[in-house]
Structure formats: C-alpha cells, structure tokens
C-alpha cells in the first residue's frame, strides 16, 4: 500500500499530476505515528511512503519521511518501507536525513526525459534528480529506484538516452510505465506505446546493468 504525507496540496504544477496546487497550511505532527499504525493494522509486508511537494519547508519535508520510516520500523519489525521522495530542490542534508533512516529502497523519478521537463516538471531541473540519484547511490545496502512515463510525446531514443541516464550513478531499480491524462487540463497523450515496445525498452535497460 501507499501512503501520501505531508498533506494534499503540493507547491508544484507538474503537467501529468492532479494532486492540487497550492500554498499548503501547518503540519500534522502524529502522522509518522498514524502512518505507522495503519501499516501494523493492515499487515503489510511492504509499505511505500510518499508525498507531496512541500518546498516552503526548510527541509522539504525530510524529517517526516525519516520520522515515518522510523515509527514503521519500530511498529513492524518485518515490513519493508519503500520512500519515494521529492528533490527537496538540492538540499542534500534533506537526503542524508531520509537515507540515515534506512529505507529499504529509496525511490525518486526523474518521470520523462529531459525535454519535455518545462511541460512534465516545470519547478524541477532533469540534472538535480540525477544527481540525487548519484547521491543516493552512496549509502550502501540500499537499492535506489526510479521511474519513467512515456506517451507524452517523447521519442524512443529519448527514453533510451534517459534510461542510459538513469543507469549511470548506479541506480538498481527501473520503472517504465505508460502517461495517462488525469484530466483535459493535463499533458495530452501523445500515443499509447504497444506490449512490444515495453519489451524492447526493457531489453535495452537490462543493457544498460537494469
């Protein structure tokens, strides 16, 4: 299951998300603790944390990540915690608070390739995730994961050269799914990519060390 902290306004307008934009108000102190017991009350065996962008904060919201991991661990022992978390625009202290919580994977998409970026990610730099990545490869033990949507209007060898990206510093794990359009307002779909297609992109990530 998956969790959604820091609240339902995010500070961003990404093009493919729904989630409101907005200036988000206070926070919930109890959450970790809250989170924490819905995982124990449903008995996951794996749990993934996310949330929204909360770039007003000093910290973008790390502690609670880590706070959160924390309080899961303590509350069940035997479910893994996936974080998938935002850039905290570069603030690499932020990172090293959630990494030093030991996650059992540490999740962070760069979502589309580097173009369509003003249109997919506008508040977001393609080179910052990147490095977060690299970063994030240095707390060893812990497998780093990202993810990639395609049919927004990128070429294949866009997604290629995106994978080759990704791959570089060291990231273990890999997602390619196909963008859906949550509303008309959003980012159109370029095209619906074929089950063939997935099979040769998986391929050439299996290339690239995925």
């Keep these: 299951a998956t969790f959604m902290i820091l609240g339902d306004i995010c ?8 989630i409101k934009t907005g200036r988000p108000e206070g926070l919930d102190e109890e959450e970790p603790r809250r989170v924490a017991e819905a995982v124990h009350t449903l ?3 794996h749990a993934v944390v996310t949330s929204v ?4 904060l000093p910290d973008g919201g790390a502690s609670f990540f880590s706070e959160t991991i924390r309080e899961i661990h303590h509350l069940c022992p035997e479910t893994s915690v996936e974080v998938l978390i935002p850039d905290f625009q570069g603030n690499w202290g932020s990172l090293a608070e959630v990494m030093d919580a030991s996650p059992e994977i540490l999740n ?3 979502e589309t ?5 003003p249109l997919m990610r506008p508040q977001a730099r393609y080179e910052q ?15 780093i ?3 990639i949507m395609v049919g927004a209007g ?9 994978i080759s990206d990704i791959a570089a510093p060291g990231t273990h794990i890999l997602t390619i799914g196909q963008y859906l359009q949550p509303s008309p307002k959003h980012v159109a779909i370029s095209r619906f990519y074929e089950p063939e297609e997935f099979s040769e992109l998986k391929v050439f990530a299996e290339g690239e060390g995925f």
């Excluded at 500070?11 to 729904?18: D, E, K, N, Q, V």
């Excluded at 390739?113 to 970026?117: D, E």
């Design 108 to 110: 962070h998409n760069l």
């Design 154 to 162: 990128e070429s294949v060898e866009e997604v290629c050269e995106t």
């Design 53 to 56: 962008n909360r770039d007003e």
């Design 11 to 18: 500070t961003r307008s990404c093009g493919f998300c729904a």
């Design 145 to 147: 994961k990202s993810g």
């Design 113 to 117: 390739v580097p173009r369509l970026y």
């Design 129 to 143: 995730s990147l490095e977060l990545l690299r970063r994030a490869t240095q707390w060893k033990g812990i497998p």
């Design 43 to 45: 008995g996951l065996k």
